[in-house]
């Protein structure tokens, strides 16, 4: 029986907790990969009229764009992902891709190492969207902690722009929607150790700006290892040299981001409008697009208490997607708490929601085709 065959019986399986088939699941999705190895390439967009427009106009210059990957999938729903500050995106759902190119083709969007452009970043959505839709594939924007907030800007622009793109859908986990998620006006001392390694690069540059940087890049590998240190579940999620690829990809991605390319990516936070701004009729809703928002049960290492995000999206989803739904992504009784965009080490419990996301997307095309 073909791995892929599988597929429907693990889902179920998932949905109700079960497990003693993650290795299973983990079996395989490792056998499926050994057939068919990620071959993911760089992909270079046809309609280039927005990014050009913001580089014609100065607002940004072609060393803060983003490099767009694309990989093959077989259905006709495509993902774009947006990733955290770190890891890249493609390590941040490594354990994902089986899902998303079971509904279509897969664009990790990779941020730049040097520097950081919201303007740009935006307007490559722009064409990226505008090509898919032209194609008949509207795709699901897929964002990730400070990914998510940006979707949410784009999103917002596009509504300013009086433009509603077509979409398949949205997902946006544990957002990071404006600065005052991580650090709240007023407090001399963030509440959320990001919050406080992040806080120096608020301001302007200056002799401090390196060290800032250095710390952020402490305070990142230092959450990454603490989830890693649990050898014995993540065996259950991933062979030996997966983790060795891993950890290799996202240390390397923190060693290799620069003072400047760390300073453009807070300043681009900086510049998002906290969703309670843009809750305002003219404004909303985002997207009639299907959606789905899911918190983890702990997000207090990344989000502020007090967080916009955490307040607009667990109290009026309706109001910004009409056709969406919030959860909290909870661990079972006896397991490690579920923490802030923990899309590698909690997999399995972020999977069901999104297996069932994905489902009726994918549902969804088949019956416009029909």
């Avoid at 990733?83 to 390590?91: K, T, Y």
């Avoid at 940006?150 to 979409?167: F, S, Y």
Wanted: glycine letters at 8%.
């Amino acid at each position: 029986m073909p791995a892929a065959r599988f597929a429907p019986a693990l889902s179920w399986y998932s949905m109700l907790h079960a497990a003693p088939l993650r290795p299973l699941h983990t079996l395989v999705r490792t056998t499926e990969a050994r057939f068919r190895p990620a071959r993911a390439a760089v992909f270079r967009p046809l309609n280039r009229r927005a990014q050009d427009e913001v580089l014609a106009a100065g607002l940004a210059d072609p060393r803060q764009g983003a490099e767009l990957l694309r990989e093959a999938g077989r259905g006709r729903v495509p993902t774009i992902v947006l990733g955290g500050f770190v890891p890249d995106s493609s390590e941040q759902v490594f354990l994902l891709r089986r899902l998303f190119l079971q509904a279509g083709d897969l664009y990790p969007v990779m941020y730049p190492r040097d520097g950081f452009s919201l303007d740009l970043l935006c307007a490559q959505l722009d064409d990226l969207v505008a090509e898919l839709n032209a194609v008949g594939q509207p795709p699901v924007l897929f964002g990730v902690s400070f990914g998510a907030g940006v979707v949410l800007e784009w999103l917002r622009r596009r509504r300013v722009a009086g433009d509603t793109p077509v979409l398949a859908g949205v997902v946006i986990i544990s957002p990071v929607a404006c600065v005052a998620d991580i650090v709240a006006p007023g407090l001399a001392k963030p509440a959320s150790l990001l919050g406080r390694a992040l806080k120096p690069l608020l301001g302007e540059v200056g002799p401090g700006t390196e060290g800032a940087v250095e710390k952020s890049r402490t305070v990142f590998t230092r959450m990454f290892e603490a989830g890693a240190q649990n050898k014995a579940a993540l065996r259950r999620l991933m062979t030996v040299p997966e983790l060795e690829r891993l950890r290799a990809g996202v240390l390397g991605t923190i060693r290799a981001l620069t003072t400047r390319g760390a300073y453009e990516r807070v300043q681009a936070l900086a510049a998002m409008r906290t969703p309670l701004d843009y809750f305002r009729p003219e404004l909303l809703p985002l997207t009639t697009a299907p959606a789905l928002v899911l918190f983890a049960e702990r997000e207090d290492a990344v989000l502020d208490p007090r967080a916009p995000a955490i307040f607009a999206f667990k109290h009026a989803t309706p109001a910004y997607f009409p056709a969406g739904t919030v959860r909290e992504v909870a661990a079972r009784p006896g397991a490690a708490p579920v923490q802030h965009a923990s899309l590698v080490f909690h997999v399995f419990e972020f999977l069901p929601p999104l297996q069932a996301f994905y489902a009726r997307a994918r549902a969804s095309v088949l019956a416009l085709a029909a």
